[in-house]
């Protein structure tokens, strides 16, 4: 079974990964699957005049690594762009790869590095029994943060179980 950290002042847990997600398609999946199914049998609620649904995106970061290569195959550079959307992130690539001022800028040519790249996206989620809880899915860890009934907390450890891509 997944084993979760509790971490000390607001009640959370922790799941490292043994292996991080492979790539933004992969993560994409678990992410869309997870709303979609809403494995933990979230309701949904209305507060301040807005309905919400059982299970809410409430931030979505996708961070694309880069290093700009000079002629002799050296090193010349770094850079990093952050996107709110895995829209933004697979068009924000392509646009990195082709901006010829970064390469002169650079004084040398992008080459994206997809094993460097981060992505994270924080759920929000409202259980039957009427309480909170956010879990945040990245690609090295599953954060459960805000809860205070271990049920949940159980809900969330035997979900990783299922999807092995999250040991």
Not at 46 to 75: C, L, N, Q, S, W
Not at 126 to 154: H, M, W
Request: aromatic letters at 12%.
């Amino acid at each position: 079974m997944s084993h979760f950290n509790q971490r000390p002042g607001t009640k959370s847990a922790v799941h490292d990964l043994k292996t991080p997600i492979s790539d933004i398609t992969a993560f994409d999946t678990i992410v869309r699957s997870f709303v979609r199914q809403n494995p933990f049998g979230c309701v949904s609620y209305y507060h301040k005049k807005k309905h919400h649904p059982p299970v809410e995106i409430v931030r979505e970061m996708y961070t694309a690594k880069f290093v700009y290569d000079d002629e002799d195959g050296k090193r010349a550079g770094t850079g990093q762009e952050t996107y709110n959307s895995v829209e933004g992130y697979q068009y924000g690539i392509a646009a990195v790869l082709s901006n010829l001022a970064n390469f002169s800028a650079h004084k040398g040519k992008a080459r994206h590095n997809p094993s460097s790249d981060l992505f994270s996206v924080i759920l929000k989620c409202q259980d039957p029994s009427g309480e909170y809880y956010f879990l945040s899915l990245a690609r090295d860890r599953v954060t459960l943060a805000s809860y205070e009934d271990n049920a949940i907390r159980k809900k969330v450890e035997e979900w990783t179980d299922s999807v092995p891509v999250l040991e």
